[in-house]
C-alpha cells in the first residue's frame, strides 16, 4: 500500500464514518423521541433518549457499514404495552426511524441544491455520502427480515418472529458483502439523479 492509498483511504473515512453516526443516530433517536411522545418513558429510563451516536453502534453492523454502505445499528428500547394503541403505535415508532432517514436524505439534497459546496470538497462529498447512507437505511428497514424495523412489524403480529434474528442478520451480512444490495443501490443512485 502506498502513501497515497493510504492518505485516500483515510480521507474516505473521515467522510464515511460521520455520515454513518449521523444516520444510525438520526434512526435510534427518533424512534425513541416518538416512543417517549406516545406514553413509554422507556427511552428515557434506559438513558438512550440522547444524541450520542456510541449508544448505537453495533460493532458488526457498523463496520459493515463503513465498508459497503450498508449495516444496522442497537435498536433504542421501548415497550409498546405502554401505548394506548399498542400495536398501532408501535408500528408509528418503529417507522418514525426509517422516515426519519428518508427526511434527512431530502435536507442534504436541499442543502446541496442551494449552497452548491465544490464537487471537489470535503462538504460535498460528505453531504453525498450521507444521502447515500440514509437512502440505503430506509430502504433496508422496509425488508421484512428481523432485527430490521420491516421484521419488527411482522414481529409485533406473530410473536415468535425475532426468533429468526440469526438467519435475519446472516442473510443480510451475506447479502451486503456479495452485493446483492446493488439492487438497492440502483434505486438509490435513481433518486439522487433526479435532484442533483
Request: glycine share 6%; no cysteine.
Amino acid at each position: 500500500m502506498t502513501i497515497h492509498t493510504l492518505i485516500d483511504a483515510l480521507r474516505e473515512l473521515l467522510i464515511v464514518i460521520p455520515a454513518v453516526l449521523l444516520t444510525i443516530t438520526v434512526h435510534e433517536y427518533s424512534q425513541g423521541f416518538v416512543a417517549v411522545k406516545s406514553g413509554d418513558s422507556t427511552p428515557l429510563d434506559t438513558g438512550l433518549l440522547r444524541l450520542n451516536p456510541l449508544l448505537f453502534i453495533d460493532s458488526i453492523g457498523f463496520i459493515l457499514f463503513v465498508l459497503f454502505r450498508y449495516g444496522w445499528s442497537k435498536s433504542i428500547t421501548f415497550d409498546y404495552r405502554n401505548f394506548k394503541h399498542p400495536h398501532l403505535q408501535a408500528i408509528y415508532v418503529i417507522l418514525s426511524g426509517t422516515f426519519a432517514n428518508l427526511v434527512t436524505a431530502f435536507i442534504f439534497i436541499l442543502l446541496i441544491i442551494l449552497y452548491k459546496p465544490s464537487p471537489d470538497g470535503y462538504i460535498y462529498n460528505l453531504f453525498m455520502i450521507s444521502i447515500q447512507l440514509n437512502l440505503n437505511y430506509f430502504l433496508l428497514n422496509l425488508l421484512p427480515i428481523y432485527p430490521l424495523d420491516g421484521g419488527k412489524i411482522i414481529n409485533l403480529f406473530l410473536p415468535q418472529y425475532y426468533k429468526t434474528e440469526f438467519i435475519g442478520v446472516l442473510i443480510l451480512i451475506l447479502a451486503i458483502i456479495f452485493n446483492v444490495t446493488k439492487i438497492l443501490d440502483k434505486l438509490v443512485f435513481t433518486f439522487i439523479n433526479i435532484f442533483i
